[in-house]
């Protein structure tokens, strides 16, 4: 005997909300509150001078250089300033093409644009990231470097887009802004390609508020998007971080530095990632992917070059269709099990500003008439598999406040649809 399921009137596995929905913020308290503290006594909130000795963004890049596992760390304003800045270091500019995903934050298209370099729209495949294969096609000899957007706590298939990034020499920007502490192979994101980002606003795995971080391995990446951030000049604290001398003039450049208030919330956070969000995350996502593999025969997961690494901040079930995914989501849901878009990232090309290539200026490049305007025009038909993966995935959300006892009911709830389609459809 199958349940009734509650789209047909049957009983909800799940009637209780599930706990606060965010990751980092989730776990704010006695930490955060204990280093805010200390920065407000000792009336230093910038972070190069001031009554006291400030010295939290310092210990923030310090300990994130440790738990990366990278050679320079840049705090910032926020995860878009931090894209900003690696495209800086990576002296990125007009006549450059940088290839991001369909499927992105508005900061990955607008980062070029702002360089004034031409965005090159790639596909995703079943792991939510992009497409290596349809990258490698898009490579152009004017494209310099590829920002590959880890969605959701996911990993995609970094090896793959590393290797095409070192052969074909296109540098290979990691937006970690949604898999902050995520692993592939061991090795954290962010330190696989030439540049990696992070965002801390409210909405991420760790927190600030609003902030963000470059990481890299090359110290001229590093100085000049440490200059970018700062009108294009170079504090002790950040020359103090290369190894040799400065190999850069001072340039004009933007400000996105980071206070000590950020850093303080940013350094508390940072300091029991693993502990109070990932080891919890990950638990539970290890769990559900476990006992539904074995209760759901055929089940099928996003696909993933690292499963294990994976941040385990979202459960995706790719249904295959996404005729098959809108039913089996509406069945979810209606079990109580909230579902769906887990957060405002989509396919850009449909977004009207991307298609209507809007800037400030009409004559700013890439698309102004300075030179002749570059050609390249976006929608939908630019990557012809996006919607339809979208549109296959089932999603819903695992946060550190989640019980064993909320895991149980995700679990019971998929199995209770999985075994009612398949006499369904
Ligand atoms: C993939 C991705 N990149 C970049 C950002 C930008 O981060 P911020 O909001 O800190 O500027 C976000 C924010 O949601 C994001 O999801």
């Known amino acids: ?8 009137g049957g009983t909800p596995v799940r009637t209780e909300p599930f706990p606060a929905r965010f990751w980092g913020a989730s776990v704010v308290g006695d930490e955060e509150l204990a280093l805010v503290t200390e920065v407000v006594r000792s009336r230093c909130l910038f972070r190069s001078y001031g009554e006291g000795t400030p010295h939290m963004v310092d210990d923030l890049e310090r300990e994130a250089r440790e738990f990366f596992g990278v050679r320079h760390a840049l705090g910032v304003t ?20 940088v290839i991001v995903p369909s499927l992105m934050w508005l900061s990955d298209f607008n980062a070029p644009l ?20 349809d990258l490698e096609r898009k490579i152009t000899p004017r494209a310099k470097a590829v920002v590959v957007v880890y969605f959701m706590g996911g990993v995609g298939h970094i090896d793959r887009i ?19 502490g995520a692993t592939f192979r061991g090795q954290r994101i962010g330190s696989l390609g030439d540049v990696g980002c992070y965002s801390f606003q409210h909405n991420k795995i760790m927190t600030s508020g609003e902030g963000g971080m470059v ?24 020359a103090a971080q290369l190894e040799g001398e400065p190999q850069l003039e001072p340039f004009a450049g933007a400000q996105f530095r980071m206070n000590e208030l950020t850093g ?9 990632l693993d502990s109070a969000v990932l080891a919890v995350t990950q638990s539970h996502f290890g769990r559900l992917t476990r006992e539904l593999s074995e209760a759901c025969p055929g089940i099928r997961f996003r696909d993933t070059g690292d499963h294990g690494g994976d941040a385990g901040i979202a459960l995706y079930i790719d249904r295959q269709t996404p005729d098959k995914g809108a039913w089996f989501g509406k069945a979810l849901a209606a079990e109580g099990i909230p579902v769906g878009a887990t957060t405002r990232v989509c396919n850009l090309l449909h977004s009207e500003y991307v298609q ?29 598999n996006t919607d339809a993966i979208i549109g296959s995935m089932v999603s819903t959300m695992i946060t550190p406040r989640m019980t064993d006892s909320d895991i149980d009911d995700i679990r019971d709830a998929v199995t209770k649809v999985w075994r009612a389609q398949e006499v369904s459809r």
């Open 1 to 8: 005997m199958k349940a009734t399921l509650a789209i047909n």
């Open 78 to 97: 926020s995860g878009s300033a931090a894209l900003f800045c690696a495209l800086a270091g990576l002296g990125i500019g007009p006549g450059d093409e």
């Open 114 to 133: 702002l360089h004034g370099a031409t965005p090159v729209v790639a596909d995703i495949d079943r792991t939510l990231c992009v497409d290596p294969d």
């Open 162 to 180: 590393v290797e095409i990034g070192k052969k074909r020499a296109v540098a290979v920007v990691e937006d970690c802004a949604q898999s902050c």
């Open 215 to 238: 990481v890299t391995n090359d110290p001229l990446t590093f100085e000049r998007a440490a200059r970018y951030h700062d009108l294009g000049g170079l504090r002790p604290a950040l």
């Open 264 to 272: 303080a919330v940013a350094l508390a956070q940072l300091r029991k």
């Open 356 to 384: 209507a290539r809007r800037q400030t200026h009409p004559n700013m490049p890439p698309f102004g008439p300075v030179g002749s305007g570059d050609a390249c025009t976006y929608s939908p038909a630019c990557c012809p």
